[in-house]
């Protein structure tokens, strides 16, 4: 009958648009294929490494180190640079789909440690003792070693040299403790430009804490210590530059970030990562400047911070022993060296550090923090403390800094509470 | 539309008696009929609306991590744990719903009586008669509505930059804008320094309602929520301005004729006559406007991430970051679901505020 | 003159919507001016797309580039601008293509044909309606995980084509009809299927165009969605790939003509089916316009 015919014709109409939709459902697309985890052989891969670049330079730099391994190796490795890194990864593990290696930073890490998501392998790796201290102690949880840091950055201080000549200062004048860093700043405030800008969250002022011999988390992670003395005043040190008008945060000079407003000569002086180098050399390549230690606090102390991510393997994933050959040929010092050429980062192995230092000596301020460098915050299931920590930093020019640290000291002390 | 008389098709129906009798053939075909058509968007919504609410419940009250299925033996039951940690726990959970809740508040009440008025205004304007470029008008006024967010919010990122457009307008009628997306300062603690009140009285300090001082709840927005405000009356005003010119176009002219052999001026006519008769509209306008409104996400998104200070974080935002960035799946559904039952509850106020009492309807 | 005369020249001869000038320049200006406050900032986005990044920072009031310069698009072309273009067509035109199927089948058999349950069916749809979208990102994310279509293009199309609103006024369009025509086609014999087909559905037109122009658009437009439905590159749409222009990347600097130029493109196609099709729009929701 008529319409048997015509009701089936809409079903089969309706089934099909569903059915092409369901068609390119396996990755496929107009690019190239997506993230989905083969399902070869153990050791055969491929492996699907999801990095968090800082530009194109990282991105090719890693493709070309993973197109040597599949080379060398057999494995084949497919690179993926995530615009959302922390979502991403987050979205993988809920999934079921994680990347087979991904970047993880130290705080992230903290997270995954402790659900059990990671695999432990870095006692495994070559030359597990090469690494620096500092960043093995980032990586490991409860005493277990995890994943092998890939590079990392320490903080200096980048200072324009033609502003510096230009106010009369030599380098002699370079700072080495608070009171001369507050002078210089304060001579190099004129006309539109202010002294000096850093970042305005913990990552750019927590050097400060430890300049003045204080101590935000211990190192089991089990005691907080937020509201000590020595951190008040530290935090009392900073906001007095900033109401000097001597310091100014990046957003309050029109700049996403300080190396913007460092750049853009809106601050004479900055205190900034590795990072600056790449983002000077492609955005603000007439601009000379030089990178010093920072200076010391008020009782001689030196401190720095360090930031690193490690390549983390997740505890399920069906190819660990070729994400464990990938991870030790991309951590090697020869292939470090090559990514430091091309990105600017440190190497993360003791074992080539004068072969950076020879290759690099304008950015020999940056290891040179590598003896007194405190890692960066983190702290398991602390996330959203951290970010609020963050967020009242950005507002010290209008905090009570004791109170901030105490809110904070609260804050903290719950998250660990809740981790015992 | 021709009628049928005359035709074969016609003189078959008048011999044919009561075709509309029901014929089990006919009908029982158009039950079959029926169902299948409506099955395609009734499975979608089951799979992609109910089934997703039904899931959340579930991660509501458990502590999924994250990892594999939370329908697996690895996530447990907890009770009302995330739900408690979020509105009666002293905590940094509770005290960032409150936040967002208290900024989205401010947000709702700037934005919904402000796009209604700018709407009805427009509309009203709009209609009269002989307007020359209406058409060229109601297209400019609904265009916004038609772009992206995505699209919007880099203009107004732009437009609102320290040194961007809406403070070059400033600075050329001579006073100094705002940095506005890094300031955090609540409209009310501003105007209340200007009138002499320049930090918290220890009143409004000392004491407080769930985790958040009264001096912290009166804040007002900041002023990068000001911004935000500006964009989401620019973009949705459009929309709702068409729908009062329908139903302006809906009225009657005997009725404002009648008005005005009455003698009504102008504002009586509007007052007393037209916009009683918006109300159908008016309401349908307040509860999009409200359901809307309390779900902000996409600005806070691409713009501010919740900065400056937290001044700009909504809940729909805290849900997503509580899940995907803070890997707590079970809080985040649950923020979700504490929006749901504010959206609901508001909706239903609205509806009763408005509703036609009996005594002075018609 | 008569007395009654003087008085009727006297008295303004008034009918409604007639001003006075003075009342009527006020209009004018009133709505010229909010015109201007609602194009300005396109027009600042049409412009600073032509910039160079310094002209843009330096000069934002002007719509005018000092330079004309298609740096920016240059720019564009080298991220995945095109891939993203490409999807979001893809994805725009299967979700329309998809509700006007659905919808309209949905929306006719609520209005005409007489099935048990009918009722409660409308119902659910109403009910569905309420649901603030926002509350479904995380949950929508979880069942697309367990279906397994999670980064994939059926995870992107099929949750959008689930469409209550788009049922309402296919529905509402059928009810507005007279059944007449339709009665005669079932009384010459054509089933249920046939009738709608090729009868009723081309009697639609406006509606559907309606439906065809909100769905593209809504589609075309959307963001969160496409957040927690796919995260590889490969299947990044126009909204999500520009959303990560903007999050940028350390050491990039503002970039304005770039994300201004990204923001101008995404708009041309969705603004191309608005003014194509306003007139449809305009009436659809106006009724009978009184010109």
């Excluded at chain 1, 590795?274 to 030196?302: E, R």
């Excluded at chain 3, 005018?64 to 891939?83: I, M, S």
Aim: proline share 5%; with cysteine; charged share 15%.
């Amino acid at each position: 009958m008529k319409s048997t015919l015509g009701r089936g014709a809409a079903a089969g109409l309706g089934a099909a648009i569903l059915a092409l939709t369901a068609a390119c459902s396996s990755g496929g697309g107009f690019g190239g294929s997506s993230s989905t985890s083969g399902s070869g052989g153990s050791d055969s891969g491929p492996l699907n490494v999801l990095i968090g670049s800082s530009g194109a330079a990282e991105t090719s730099a890693v493709q070309a180190a993973a197109a040597a391994f599949a080379k060398q190796s057999g494995i084949k490795v497919n690179v993926v640079a995530a615009q959302n890194l922390q979502q991403q990864v987050s979205q993988g593990f809920a999934a079921g789909q994680p990347a087979d290696v991904f970047y993880l930073d130290t705080s992230s890490f903290q997270n995954y440690a402790k659900t059990g998501a990671l695999y432990a392998y870095a006692d495994k790796a070559s030359d597990p003792g090469d690494f620096y201290p500092t960043l093995k102690q980032s990586f490991s949880y409860d005493g277990k070693f995890y994943c092998v840091p890939k590079d990392w950055s320490t903080l200096g201080l980048a200072i324009n040299t033609a502003d510096w000549s230009a106010a009369g200062l030599t380098p002699a004048d370079v700072p080495t403790n608070w009171d001369q860093l507050e002078a210089v700043a304060k001579k190099l405030t004129t006309g539109g430009r202010v002294g000096l800008t850093i970042a305005s969250d913990h990552a750019g002022i927590d050097e400060f804490i430890y300049q003045n011999g204080g101590s935000l988390l211990s190192a089991d992670k089990k005691t907080a210590s937020f509201d000590s003395p020595q951190n008040v005043a530290a935090l009392n040190y900073v906001k007095k530059l900033l109401s000097d008008g001597v310091l100014k945060f990046p957003s309050a000079l029109n700049a996403g970030w300080n190396g913007e407003a460092f750049g853009k000569n809106a601050a004479a002086m900055t205190i900034v990562g590795n990072w600056i180098d790449g983002a000077m050399k492609s955005d603000y390549p007439n601009v000379k400047y030089q990178v010093y230690p920072l200076p010391a606090g008020p009782s001689g102390t030196k401190a720095t911070l360090s930031f690193t991510n490690c390549w983390g393997i997740p505890a399920k994933s069906s190819h660990k022993d070729a994400a464990v050959k990938l991870v030790d040929f991309l951590a090697s010092g020869t292939q470090q060296m090559a990514f430091a050429k091309a990105f600017g980062v440190m190497p993360s192995r003791e074992s080539v550090k004068d072969q950076w230092t020879a290759a690099f000596p304008a950015d020999a301020a940056f290891l040179a923090g590598a003896a007194y460098a405190q890692p960066d915050l983190a702290l398991a299931g602390g996330t959203q403390t951290i970010s609020d920590y963050d967020s009242k930093l950005a507002q010290l020019a209008t905090a009570d800094p004791a109170a901030l640290l105490s809110a904070e000291q609260k804050n903290f002390q719950a998250v660990i509470q809740q981790n015992q | 539309m021709t009628t049928a008389t005359g035709t074969p098709a016609a003189a078959r129906a008048a011999k044919r008696p009561a075709p509309r009798r029901p014929r089990g053939g006919i009908r029982g075909h158009e039950a079959a009929a029926g169902w299948l058509f409506t099955a395609p968007v009734l499975v979608l919504l089951a799979l992609f609306l109910v089934l997703p609410i039904l899931m959340a419940a579930w991660v509501s009250v458990s502590d999924w991590t994250g990892q594999g299925n939370p329908f697996s033996g690895g996530a447990h039951f907890v009770g009302a744990k995330n739900f408690s940690s979020l509105l009666t726990r002293d905590g940094l959970a509770r005290q960032d719903l409150m936040t967002s809740l208290r900024n989205n508040f401010y947000y709702v009440l700037l934005v919904v009586p402000l796009q209604t008025a700018l709407a009805l205004f427009l509309a009203i304007v709009l209609n009269r008669r002989r307007l020359a470029g209406r058409g060229f008008f109601r297209t400019a006024y609904y265009f916004p509505s038609v772009t992206s967010s995505v699209a919007i919010s880099i203009v107004f990122l732009f437009m609102f930059s320290g040194g961007g457009v809406v403070n070059a307008l400033i600075s050329s009628a001579g006073g100094t804008g705002p940095n506005w997306f890094a300031d955090p300062d609540g409209l009310i603690h501003i105007l209340l320094d200007k009138l002499g009140v320049h930090s918290a009285p220890a009143a409004l300090a000392n004491h407080g309602l769930l985790g958040q001082s009264w001096w912290d709840w009166l804040a007002g927005p900041s002023v990068a929520m000001t911004a935000l405000i500006v964009l989401a009356v620019w973009t949705t005003s459009g929309t709702f301005m068409l729908m009062f010119l329908a139903a302006l176009q809906n009225i009657p002219a005997e009725v404002e004729e009648a008005a005005l052999i009455d003698g009504a001026s102008a504002w009586q006519r509007t007052r007393l006559v037209v916009l009683p008769m918006l109300r159908p509209t008016l309401f349908l306008v307040l509860t999009l406007g409200l359901i809307g409104t309390w779900q902000v996400f996409d600005q806070v998104y691409i713009i501010s991430q919740g900065n400056p200070a937290k001044t700009t974080l909504t809940p729909a935002y805290l849900s997503y970051t509580t899940s995907f960035n803070d890997q707590q799946w079970g809080q985040g559904a649950a923020i979700a679901f504490i929006l749901f039952a504010i959206i609901v509850a508001l909706t239903a106020l609205q509806r009763f505020v408005l509703r036609e009492r009996k005594a002075d309807a018609g | 003159m008569t007395l009654t005369e003087r008085t009727a020249r006297a008295r303004k001869p008034y009918r409604p919507g007639q001003l006075s000038p003075r009342a009527r320049a006020a209009s004018y200006a009133a709505l010229l001016l909010f015109a201007l406050i609602y194009i300005f900032p396109f027009l600042i986005e049409l412009g600073s797309s032509f910039k160079t990044d310094a002209d843009a920072t330096n000069h934002p009031l002007n719509p005018l580039p000092q330079h004309w310069t298609l740096a920016a698009f240059h720019q564009l072309g080298q991220q995945d601008f095109p891939l993203w273009f490409a999807n979001s067509a893809f994805v725009a035109v299967s979700v329309t293509a998809g509700r006007i199927l659905f919808d309209s089948m949905a929306g006719y058999a609520l209005a005409r044909l007489r099935f048990r349950g009918r009722g409660a069916v409308f119902s659910a749809v109403i009910a569905v309606m309420a649901v603030p979208s926002v509350v479904l990102m995380i949950p929508k994310f979880l069942v697309l995980n367990e279906f397994g279509i999670y980064n994939t293009y059926s995870g992107m199309i099929i949750p959008l084509i689930a469409d209550a609103a788009g049922v309402f006024i296919m529905k509402q369009f059928f009810e507005s009809i007279p059944g007449s025509v339709e009665e005669a086609a079932r009384i010459d014999g054509a089933g249920v299927l046939r009738t709608f087909w090729s009868v009723v559905l081309p009697m639609a037109r406006p509606a559907l165009i309606t439906l065809t122009v909100l769905s593209f658009q809504g589609s075309w437009n959307e963001l969160s969605h496409f957040i927690v439905s796919r995260q590889s590159p490969q299947l990044n749409t126009l909204t999500s790939g520009v959303a990560t222009l903007v999050s940028g990347q350390l050491g990039k600097g503002n970039q304005y003509p770039l994300k201004l130029s990204a923001a101008l493109l995404m708009t041309i196609p969705v603004a191309l089916v608005f003014f194509f099709f306003q007139r449809h729009i305009m009436r659809g929701t106006e009724g009978a316009v009184k010109e």
